[in-house]
């Protein structure tokens, strides 16, 4: 019997509870923990009535202390870290602390450095695993998904990966003329830096948003795809053998671009705080407040998401090129789980992870990232709990 605590009860915790729930054989007691618990105890509200037995607590998961006590009371096989990218550290102390497994779907970012790198999270390997606990680091779906893909292609299809190009496509539409469809802060944080790639065993800097493709994405049609940094061409560079270049795309809209340029040249997006009236404010922090409420978009939101990787390399001498990704509907995930597609290819995944670490087909003391485990339970799960894949042997390349 699993006992499992959820820290976070945003848009991605949603459909973590939503998934738990729909799996009780595995999740048969699920705390929501989070910083404001009026939004804990909605999502038990919403979910409550299965098998699962839902039970919510405040926290602030900045505090160590806070969170031990929390799973010292609880006592939790495993947390499901779906608050913010902020939190990672302090959870994975108090998961140290207690003996208990550790997911997280994004790599830690300090608050007041725009940089976010596995380097602080991987120095927790050794820990791990001298206390015999798994740590699943970037269990979304890019990164996490888009790991596994990578896992399935190396061990199915290919002897050796040279170029990944991994593309993400949001189709959706939620008729503002600006919303961010995940956590604004982080969004905007991760599109407005320099972009950055992987070639011949160096990263190449580009300016923001300064490569451009358009492509022609399954079920959605033509799109402009910007190249960006993303977290899992790091660990993808390290973990996949013979690399040569890895990319990273994501479509925005013409009318997304010009917002954002406009918010970055009035200086919105800055993370230095300013003083107004004697309060000190992050201008971005404040621009999240205005900003509608990623959460809010379910309803709202039309279209579909198209994100997957294609890959080029060798296999017994010949090239082969290999194109799996999935397509997600933002109205058919508002139905089933009240969230759209951004959140749902997110919180799927998480849920699949520990679902894996628990039955014990993805435990392995130490911290790893998705790509790093068996792909195929969780490609056979994807296609069970929501996000069936497709795959192509002759795809449209990107140049
Ligand atoms: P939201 O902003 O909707 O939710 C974050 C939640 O964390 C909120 O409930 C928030 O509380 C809570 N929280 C923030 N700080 C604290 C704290 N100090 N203590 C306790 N709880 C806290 O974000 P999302 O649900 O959209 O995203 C969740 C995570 O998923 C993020 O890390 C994001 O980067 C990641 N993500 C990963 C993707 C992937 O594919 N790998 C894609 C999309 C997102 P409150 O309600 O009080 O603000």
């Not at 596994?148 to 008729?175: M, Q, R, W």
């Not at 290999?322 to 997110?346: F, L, M, P, R, W």
Request: contains cysteine.
């Amino acid at each position: 019997m699993s006992r499992v605590l959820i820290i976070g009860a945003g848009g991605v915790a949603n459909v973590v509870v939503a998934k738990c729930c729909q799996n009780p054989e595995v999740f048969q007691e699920i705390m929501i923990a989070s910083r404001t618990k009026s939004k804990c105890d909605a999502l038990k509200e919403k979910f409550d009535g299965g098998k699962t037995i839902i039970t919510t607590a405040q926290i602030d998961a900045d505090n160590t202390d806070e969170i031990v006590k929390l799973i010292n009371k609880y006592k939790p096989e495993m947390v499901i870290n779906v608050a913010l990218p902020y939190q990672d550290l302090t959870i994975m102390d108090a998961c140290l602390e207690t003996g208990v497994h550790y997911l997280d779907t994004a790599n830690y970012e300090p608050p007041n450095i725009p940089k976010f790198e596995y380097k602080w999270q991987w120095a927790y390997k050794e820990k791990f695993e001298k206390a015999g606990l798994t740590a699943i680091l970037g269990c979304g779906f890019d990164p996490g998904v888009t790991g596994v893909f990578s896992a399935y292609a190396l061990k199915h299809y290919f002897d050796e990966i040279h170029y990944i190009d991994i593309l993400d496509a949001n189709g959706g539409d939620h008729g503002y003329p600006f919303a961010t469809n995940f956590n604004p802060e982080i969004n905007i944080r991760e599109i407005s830096a320099n972009g950055r790639y992987w070639e011949k065993g160096d990263w190449v800097e580009t300016d923001p948003l300064e490569i451009k493709r358009v492509y022609n994405f399954d079920q959605i049609g033509e799109k402009d795809a910007y190249l960006l940094y993303h977290e899992e061409l790091e660990s993808l560079a390290v973990h996949m053998p013979g690399i040569k270049r890895i990319r990273f795309f994501m479509t925005f809209s013409e009318k997304y671009i010009t917002h954002l340029n406009v918010l970055k040249n009035v200086g919105m997006t800055s993370i230095e705080p300013i003083e107004i009236d004697g309060v000190k404010i992050q201008p971005l922090r404040f621009l999240k407040a205005v900003l509608p409420d990623p959460a809010t978009l379910g309803p709202r939101t039309k279209g579909k998401t198209n994100i997957g990787c294609i890959y080029q390399g060798i296999k017994d001498g010949k090239p082969v090129s290999y194109y799996v990704y999935n397509v997600c509907d933002h109205q058919s995930c508002y139905k089933e789980v009240g969230s759209q597609a951004i959140s749902y290819t997110t919180g799927v995944p998480a849920m699949i992870g520990a679902k894996l670490l628990l039955e014990g087909k993805w435990k392995k003391p130490g911290v790893y990232n998705v790509e790093e485990f068996d792909p195929d339970p969780f490609m056979e799960q994807l296609n069970k709990q929501g996000l069936p894949w497709n795959e192509s042997f002759k795809p449209e390349l990107v140049d």
